[in-house]
């Protein structure tokens, strides 16, 4: 996760002329995850996948330097760079044929990676059918996300064409913020649908933790220029909105997973996917003196000893919904306490639970989905996370994490929507930076310090008002 970490700070960095950016490089890491039975793939439409190739033509996506007149027109040249996390999705096959992938394989005894069904579901495109120039070494390619072009392909660009006219053929409407989640969380976190899932054998065996952020993923795979012309056609990206719509929807589908019996299960165990890694990968110790190394958490009403459930998302929406849907906020606090003291009681009364929260859930995307979030509002959910009601909750390194990618989303965003000076938002990036530093290293990660830390950057981002 120090790569992550350090990504997010160098690519802050380096992109000042946007303003604070996000970064995450280790995306390239978290490529296999898992999708509710009702996702965004089994719902489109299954046309066939013609291929990168069919999008490549200079008068096309394949131009060198990004100067069209409608879109960039080198989308291929940025999907395939190098150095940057804009990449990431072009690389995903060869992340798998490396030496970390294959020491993965081998443990699980699948063989080779880019051959076997469980990897090939997230790292390369799960096309339903497949046109000529379909190449699986394009790993994801265009249409992984926006969808098979076998019915838009060439009326996209005729005389007259419309977005709306693209979307009924079949092109994916990745500017709606619950579509877009639904597409990326089928492998950014994970779908019932083969290949897609990264159970705790395959973790064990030594994949990234999965983790995933829908605002900060998609600035990093961003191919576009949002300008007058995008916004005539999609309207303007509310950072905010796809930041909240992706954390309800997140949760949504870990719940609907979890409720998924050959999913939620492995054997008399079960999966442990779904839970706080750090609750069990404590440092154990035999002496006299030694004392639990956990912190009671109020958020989760569990007996001591049990493994909790990831409550990473849930922390972030209980920060959200207290701002924009305070109604929401007490139904959610309610159903979340309830889910997790299901937990300590049976699979059948945790199951129960799930559905109720996922219905709570699924009621936020919906809200946040067509809601425009202004500057007093975003100012109020950095302000929220870092509040007295929800810091107590940051007992572990998963929510931590999700916290700092959430306030730097945020000032971003505020920065995109002209709320703060670009110049004035860099020269507090320190702060920002020390919150990263605090959960640089999960076996040193240390709930208390880190509070302080992320304390320190919303006061800061605060002085910005």
Not at 160 to 174: E, F, I, K, W
């Amino acid at each position: 996760m120090s790569g992550v970490l350090a990504s997010l700070r160098a690519r802050a960095a380096a992109s000042l002329a946007i303003c604070l950016c996000l970064g995450l490089v280790a995306i390239a890491l978290v490529i296999a995850f898992a999708a509710s039975p009702s996702t965004a793939q089994s719902a489109r439409p299954a046309a066939a996948h013609l291929g990168v190739a069919s999008c490549s033509g200079s008068t096309c996506h394949g131009r060198q330097e990004g100067d069209g007149k409608i879109v960039r027109q080198d989308e291929i040249k940025l999907w395939q760079e190098e150095s940057t996390a804009g990449g990431t999705h072009s690389r995903s096959l060869r992340l798998i044929s490396g030496a970390r992938g294959q020491a993965i394989a081998a443990r699980l005894g699948i063989g080779d990676p880019t051959s076997a069904q469980m990897c090939l579901g997230c790292h390369a495109d799960p096309a339903p059918a497949r046109g000529a120039r379909f190449q699986k070494s394009d790993a994801i390619g265009c249409e992984a996300c926006h969808g098979g072009a076998q019915n838009w392909l060439q009326s996209h660009y005729t005389v007259g064409a419309s977005h709306a006219r693209n979307v009924a053929q079949g092109m994916v409407p990745l500017e709606n913020p619950k579509v877009r989640a639904g597409v990326c969380l089928d492998c950014h976190f994970g779908s019932a649908d083969p290949g897609q899932f990264v159970n705790h054998r395959i973790m064990a065996a030594g994949h990234p933790r999965i983790s995933f952020e829908m605002d900060l993923f998609s600035t990093l795979q961003q191919h576009h220029n949002e300008d007058a012309d995008y916004a005539a056609r999609k309207g303007r990206t509310d950072n905010v909105r796809m930041w909240a719509t992706g954390q309800a929807m997140a949760l949504e589908r870990a719940l609907s997973l979890y409720s998924t019996p050959r999913l939620g299960q492995e054997g008399v165990f079960p999966e442990f996917y779904f839970f706080d890694c750090h609750t069990c990968h404590r440092r154990i110790s035999d002496e006299p003196g030694a004392r639990p190394t956990n912190i009671a958490n109020p958020g989760r009403p569990i007996p001591d000893g049990m493994p909790a459930f990831n409550d990473e998302n849930m922390i972030m929406l209980a920060a959200a919904a207290r701002v924009v849907a305070p109604d929401l906020a007490r139904r959610f606090d309610a159903d979340a306490r309830a889910f997790h003291a299901a937990l300590a009681r049976d699979r059948a009364s945790a199951v129960a639970a799930a559905a109720r929260l996922r219905e709570t859930a699924g009621a936020m995307a919906d809200a946040f989905s067509r809601r425009s979030f202004g500057r007093p509002e975003t100012f109020a959910i950095i302000d929220a996370i870092a509040s007295e009601a929800i810091s107590p909750r940051f007992t572990d390194y998963e929510g931590s994490v999700q916290a700092v990618m959430a306030l730097d989303t945020l000032l971003n965003a505020l920065v995109n929507g002209g709320g703060v000076n670009g110049n004035a938002a860099t020269a507090i990036r320190a702060e920002i930076n020390r919150a990263y530093a605090a959960v640089r290293e999960p076996n040193s990660y240390k709930p208390l310090e880190f509070r302080r830390a992320l304390g320190g950057a919303a006061r800061t981002i605060r002085t910005l008002r």
